[in-house]
T-cell receptor
Framework: DTGVSQNPRHKITKRGQNVTFRCDPI?????LYWYRQTLGQGPEFLTY????????KSRLLSDRFSAERPKGSFSTLEIQRTEQGDSAMYLC????????????FGPGTRLTVT | QKEVEQNSGPLSVPEGAIASLNCTYS??????FFWYRQYSGKSPELIMS????GDKEDGRFTAQLNKASQYVSLLIRDSQPSDSATYLC?????????????FGKGTKLSVIP
């Protein structure tokens, strides 16, 4: 399977703990995106990388959130001092650098903060 | 504020009928438009992309774009129960050097056998 992969698929954590999610994009894709989706809403953009450079960040990305993409391969999204409002599905997508702008999503990581 | 609006539904159609899903967007600079299908508990799956005015057909799916009216639609012909899902409309303002997608809340489609 050469699609986008995400780990873990589910994470339950207590409020105040730190969590880290990993995303492995489609191998030839050099753009990688993070989105967050809550029940009944469409995905909301968080940040995106082109290769290892983080080029765009949403205002939704508070200072408790940090994302990295070392060496332009996989990416990690860390949430520090989690809050109950962080409970959501965290989605990673990847795309080629071409004119289609088509983004392909991974299965997501469902975070529950208790 | 860039917005994409969709009727949340549910939209119910009988099996074999045409399902028509609609979407409007507020940002006139939007250049690329996408339809994603999302089954309950799963992630979005890209089913159609459209970039220029007119129709684009792919199998049972037809996407329609009217930039003057800021309107995008998706037609699903010969609807099947397996088409029952939430359909997300998304736009991209790539001309501004931004590659983020702005999504609507989705329309829930139910195909009745």
């Amino acid at each position: 399977d050469t699609g986008v992969s995400q780990n873990p698929r589910h994470k339950i954590t207590k409020r105040g703990q730190n969590v880290t999610f990993r995303c492995d994009p489609i191998s030839e894709h050099n753009r990688l995106y993070w989105y967050r989706q809550t029940l009944g809403q469409g995905p909301e953009f968080l940040t995106y990388f082109q290769n290892e450079a983080q080029l765009e960040k949403s205002r939704l990305l508070s200072d408790r959130f940090s994302a990295e993409r070392p060496k332009g391969s996989f990416s990690t999204l860390e949430i520090q001092r989690t809050e109950q409002g962080d409970s959501a599905m965290y989605l990673c997508a990847s795309s080629l650098v071409d004119s289609s702008y088509e983004q392909y999503f991974g299965p997501g990581t469902r975070l529950t903060v208790t | 504020q860039k917005e994409v609006e969709q009727n949340s539904g549910p939209l119910s159609v009988p099996e074999g009928a045409i399902a028509s899903l609609n979407c409007t967007y507020s940002d006139r600079g939007s250049q690329s438009f996408f339809w994603y299908r999302q089954y309950s508990g799963k992630s979005p799956e890209l089913i159609m992309s459209i970039y220029s005015n007119g129709d684009k057909e792919d199998g049972r799916f037809t996407a329609q774009l009217n930039k003057a009216s800021q309107y995008v639609s998706l037609l699903i012909r010969d609807s099947q129960p397996s088409d029952s899902a939430t359909y997300l409309c998304a736009s991209n303002h790539s001309g501004a050097g931004s590659y983020q997608l702005t999504f609507g809340k989705g329309t829930k489609l139910s195909v009745i056998p």
